[in-house]
């Protein structure tokens, strides 16, 4: 990883570490956040995926009428680093602790590799 892309990683964590804290203390179930990159391929390749802990949760969530607040509060966070995506919900997704447990015994390497 060249220097400029281990500052930029260091932005984004801090950027996403302020959007998972304010998701724990608003959303029900929500658990956590990861994102994945290829700088060679950035900021096309970056991909942030947010952690609920159930499949009911997360349904309850995406059908809730505050379905976009997570959208929002990363489009938010994400301003100041100045990143050229032009639709952030092509870079999103969602997954659940009870799916990964389920279809790979709990194995988040094995599932988002």
Known sequence: MRKSDKKLDNQLRLALTDVCETALKQLDGFQWLTHLVNYNNFPSSLRIVFIFDSNDHLA??????????????????????????????????????????????????????
């Open 60 to 113: 309850q969530y995406l059908q809730s009428n505050d379905k976009d607040y997570l959208l929002s509060l990363l489009q938010t966070e994400l301003q100041p680093l100045n990143l050229k995506l032009k639709n952030i919900a092509k870079h999103v997704e969602y997954d659940t602790e009870e799916s990964c447990e389920s279809q790979h015994q709990g194995n988040w390497a094995l599932r988002l590799g």
